[in-house]
């Protein structure tokens, strides 16, 4: 994400925090004096592997699901980040338990972190991702390079492969890391006294190919990417150049679609893409105020987004929403504070409110706890990209078209646009029958005092079309019986599910013919109503 405000900060902050920790800057790059504490032992080089337009794991495609994760707690000022803005040492393990199981419950198989510091013993971070092998998350390992670096000087080009190069000593055989990416966005900085940005020089493909090789020279099966902004130019350039770099890692923000992206990229380049930074934020710059409804008009995007992503996997390997959890710090000037939620960022003509704000990106919100960590709120992209996810990961490693048995999620409904947001996909190529039921009232029959008395039940589409991803009105409900012919729903109900409704009840159900694609199914309180619902999704045959 082209963010020229905190990357201006982020140089001055990070020369002061260095002197302090034992660290030394020489010409602005970071000199390495201190290794990472207690380096464990390995076994194995890694798991992944590149293939044509492919990533590989153990042999099989992957496909990343992933997500950026840079969990800044509420309040933190700039001056009080972590050496180069790393979050995954034990200092935040609290952070770590609180955000890998969410991560784990949507699908994601990926995390993209922005620093690792050297000096800092990450290897709890990592066991906690891998999990002993059970739904691993894995690791795209990001270490800061300095953009103003002269990549003509063979000193500094020199010091950059000793540092990466102590860092694979480090990582090399731990099977949560998936590759090492050398800094962020490097190519779209033009240093001092230069004509032209990094990304169109040469030199500076060169020297990122020299950091490459010192890392495979480590260890020949990491895969290592250079984080680019969306500059096909810089790619086209650089193609010749960097045999070693494994995968392109674009980052594109381009609104609710990515245009003619893919083609102009597949028309480039023979590697695999990663889109290690694509999203939309959830504030509505416009209204001054979130989306309604949970901030789904970001949802909507990101389904569309990952949509695209899937429709692309002949040149595309995945992507990584931006991002995990809001960042309230991040907006500066007069009137704004890392403890307060603040609007700000740049415009983007591209975007629905022609803006980008800054603090908003998070899949989740966050809200303050005392004395403990930050609580994540999921907004509504988690629903829609939990839905997609996780049907990718049922299929992942079976090459086959899972059969729909009955999916049930609960949830509390509150007031405005607190709205509970839950999904699914349908797979295959032939549409399927399917029963939708928001159910509310019948709860209070199993003592549940909290019940939603009217539920309203609404079902959209996430349908490709011929210029991207649309959503669309499937069908809405709000009581069971008011539908114009209610016996074969009555009918699906006994056959198919633990328990039916009662004649007249307010709780909400629609059954119908689904075709293959995503969904996601809103339910909110009629009038205003408030309580748990309980949504279940029935395949009948």
Same mark, same amino acid.
């Given at each position: 994400m082209t963010r020229l405000p905190r990357r201006v900060i982020v140089c001055l902050w990070l020369c002061c925090i260095l002197a302090g920790l034992g660290l030394e800057t020489q010409a602005g790059s970071v000199t390495v004096t201190a290794s990472e504490t207690a380096r464990?032992? @390995?076994? !194995?080089?890694?798991? @992944?592997? &590149? =293939?044509? +337009?492919?990533?590989?794991? !153990?042999? $099989?495609? @992957?496909?990343? %699901? !992933? #997500?950026c994760y840079h969990p800044r707690p509420i309040g933190m000022e700039t001056a009080a980040m972590p050496t180069m803005g790393d979050f995954c040492g034990p200092a935040f393990s609290a952070l770590h338990a609180r955000d890998l199981p969410r991560l784990r419950s949507m699908g994601a198989n990926v995390v993209r972190v922005y620093g690792w510091a050297p000096g800092v013993d990450h290897k709890a971070f990592l066991d906690a991702c891998y999990n002993g092998g059970v739904d691993p998350i894995h690791v795209i390992v990001n270490l800061w390079i300095w953009e103003q670096t002269d990549w003509s000087d063979t000193a500094a080009v020199d010091a950059l492969c000793t540092q990466f190069a102590a860092l694979e000593d480090w990582l090399a055989g731990h099977p949560a890391v998936l590759a090492v990416a050398l800094g962020n966005e490097v190519n779209l900085v033009t240093p001092a006294g230069k004509a032209a940005p990094n990304?169109?020089? &040469?030199?500076?493909?060169? $020297?990122? /190919? %020299?950091?490459?090789?010192?890392v495979k020279a480590r260890n020949p099966a990491r895969l290592v990417t250079v984080p680019t902004n969306d500059a096909l130019a810089h790619v086209a350039v650089a193609e010749a150049h960097v045999p070693g770099i494994d995968f392109w890692?674009?980052?594109?923000? +381009?609104?609710? !679609?990515?245009g003619s992206f893919f083609a102009d990229y597949g028309a480039l380049s023979t590697k695999p893409v990663v889109l290690t930074e694509f999203g939309m934020d959830a504030y509505d710059h416009a209204a001054g105020a979130e989306y309604p409804n949970n901030g789904y008009r970001a949802g909507q995007a990101l389904g569309s987004l990952w949509q695209g992503i899937v429709a692309a %996997?002949?040149?595309?390997?995945?992507?990584? &929403? @931006? *991002?995990? =959890?809001?960042?309230?710090g991040k907006v500066g000037g007069a009137g704004t504070s890392a403890w307060t939620h603040d609007a700000g960022g740049f415009a983007h003509p591209g975007f629905p409110d022609g803006w980008m704000d800054e603090e908003w990106w998070g899949l989740f919100a966050v809200s303050r706890a005392e004395g403990a960590p930050d609580v994540p709120q999921p907004r509504a992209s988690v629903g829609v990209l939990t839905a997609l996810w996780q049907a990718a990961a049922a299929a992942e490693g079976r090459g086959d078209d899972p059969r729909l048995i009955n999916l049930s999620t609960r949830?509390? &409904?509150? /007031?405005? *646009?607190e709205?509970?947001? $839950?999904?699914?996909? #349908?797979?295959?190529?032939?549409? +399927?029958?399917?029963?939708v039921r928001a159910v509310g009232p019948h709860l209070a029959s199993f003592g549940l005092r909290t019940a939603l008395a009217d539920p309203r039940l609404d079902i959209d589409s996430l349908m490709p079309e011929w210029n991207g991803t649309v959503t669309?009105? #499937?069908? =809405?409900?709000d009581n069971w019986e008011e539908v114009a012919n209610p016996d074969p729903l009555k009918a699906a109900t006994a056959s198919h599910t633990g328990f039916g409704f009662k004649a007249g009840s307010k709780d909400a159900a629609y059954l119908g013919l689904f075709a293959p694609g995503s969904y996601t199914v809103t339910v909110s309180g009629v009038n205003g109503s408030t309580g748990?619902?309980?949504v279940e999704v029935y395949e009948i045959r």
């Open positions: 464990p032992v @390995f076994n !194995g080089a890694t798991a @992944f592997s &590149v =293939s044509g +337009r492919q990533l590989l794991k !153990g042999g $099989a495609a @992957f496909q990343v %699901r !992933g #997500v990304g169109a020089t &040469v030199a500076y493909w060169k $020297a990122m /190919e %020299r950091v490459a090789a010192a890692s674009l980052q594109l923000y +381009r609104g609710d !679609g990515f %996997r002949a040149v595309c390997a995945g992507g990584c &929403v @931006f *991002e995990y =959890s809001d960042e309230w949830a509390r &409904v509150g /007031e405005g *646009e709205l509970f947001v $839950a999904g699914f996909i #349908v797979r295959g190529t032939a549409p +399927r029958l399917l029963l669309r009105r #499937v069908a =809405s409900n748990v619902a309980l």
